[in-house]
């Protein structure tokens, strides 16, 4: 009883291990959520974004005021033989502050707004571009599992076709020469069979390298719909979409605001800052012979004669344009994006649909018939060869072919700027 107790406790421990080893496979949601919360790539634009609010604050800071002292009046030699250096000194403490007119200040501050928006902007296209990248990793990862799949499952199919015709010259039924053409063929299914592993795991080091991910790879594992859904809305509906939720193009639109704020800060920097200054004596003044402790002030401007910023004007004027125009190639480009991948869900689609419907179960009903058909001697082995190639061909063209459809619905996903398939 003692030893079976501690095997049952060595095989419960055995279990435990494994269990704690495995790891549940990840969705695309799963994997889209780690993907965002460890991408290196990612967090560094998001510090971009922080440094654009940081200069917010220094784009909106007043001008510093300015403290002077004007010390005067000082004995330089002496006076009948007495020397008292500080007697009688002036002292003026003054200070100073520049008014900035025509709202410049408001003006740098939404300057630095716009450009964290635009900030924002650019690290939701950079999200969007690595999500497509991220996406198109997963999809190859489901593909190379569903080729691995049906390549086992050929696998197993062949050795029981194998055991049959053994049993068959075993009895008689079949030469030598035939069995051994068959035992042969077992090395092009074998060979599928290694390369669909070799191209999963190169498939899931892509994943994992995205996701920034030490995870083993026989630890790692995704999971998810492999198939196509035939619905597929208007192409209108998607371009309506692309233009509500492209960033680019919210960023190209940014761009042109940006411009015309530059603009108008260029125009306020071209007015006159007047300085005003304000101090304090404690010495009779000369203006007033009986006032001891006096307080004056002045205000002083910049004559604008030759230089009203005329340069910068002109530029921003200029810089307005070209981001209308980048703006408007920007929205040519979304169009030429969804049109492209539309084209490419449509074309895959006629394809899957045949294949579907007629090619797999045309080629397996043939691929059987010819069995039956070669067992009985009705059918020659090349006969019986071509036919099962022919399903083989055709299953993994299947396959691939549902690989392509999704990988164009992502796609259609990124030229869109968000998951609408």
């Not at 005067?72 to 009688?88: C, I, M």
Request: proline letters at 3%; aromatic letters at 8%; glycine letters at 4%.
């Amino acid at each position: 009883m003692q030893r079976l107790g501690r095997l049952c406790a060595v095989l419960v421990s055995g279990c435990l291990a494994r269990a704690l080893l495995a790891q549940a496979p990840l969705t695309w949601d799963e994997v889209k959520s780690q993907f965002e919360a460890v991408n290196p790539t990612l967090q560094a634009a998001q510090a971009t974004i922080d440094e654009s609010r940081a200069a917010e604050v220094t784009a909106f800071l007043r001008p510093n005021p300015e403290v002077s002292l004007t010390v005067d009046g000082l004995q330089v030699g002496s006076n009948q033989g007495v020397w008292r250096p500080l007697t009688g000194v002036l002292e003026t403490p003054a200070v100073s502050y520049l008014h900035e007119r025509r709202h410049k200040r408001e003006l740098r501050r939404d300057s630095a707004r716009e450009s964290t928006a635009i900030a924002q902007s650019g690290y939701s296209d950079q999200e969007r571009t690595l999500l497509f990248d991220l996406r198109t990793a997963f999809v190859n990862t489901l593909q190379a599992k569903a080729v691995l799949q049906n390549a086992r499952e050929n696998l197993d199919y062949w050795d029981r076709e194998l055991k049959v015709n053994r049993e068959r010259y075993q009895a008689g039924d079949l030469a030598l020469v035939d069995l051994n053409r068959l035992e042969l063929q077992r090395v092009q299914f074998e060979s599928d069979l290694q390369t669909a592993m070799v191209n999963l795991r190169t498939s899931k080091i892509q994943l994992l390298a995205l996701l920034n991910s030490r995870t083993p790879i026989d630890r790692f594992d995704v999971t998810g719909p492999y198939n196509f859904t035939e619905a597929l809305p208007r192409m209108e509906a998607f371009r309506d979409a692309a233009l509500e939720s492209r960033p680019d193009l919210k960023a190209a639109i940014q761009n042109v605001d940006l411009a015309k704020i530059n603009h108008q800060l260029a125009v306020a920097n071209g007015s006159t800052d007047p300085t005003f200054s304000l101090w304090y004596s404690n010495n009779p003044s000369f203006a007033n012979i009986y006032a001891s402790q006096t307080i004056g002030g002045s205000i002083s401007f910049p004559l604008r004669i030759f230089d009203r910023n005329q340069g910068e004007k002109a530029r921003t004027q200029i810089d307005i344009g070209r981001n209308e125009r980048l703006r408007d190639a920007v929205q040519a480009g979304i169009f030429s994006d969804v049109d492209s991948a539309y084209v490419t869900l449509v074309s895959t689609l006629n394809l899957l649909r045949p294949y579907r419907d007629k090619y797999l179960k045309l080629a397996e009903d043939t691929r059987d018939r010819i069995s039956r058909a070669y067992r009985n001697g009705g059918a020659s082995l090349l006969d019986y060869l071509d036919a099962e190639k022919a399903y083989r061909d055709t299953r993994l063209a299947y396959l691939n072919l549902i690989g392509a459809y999704l990988t164009a619905a992502a796609q259609m996903n990124q030229a869109v700027g968000r998951e609408v398939m």
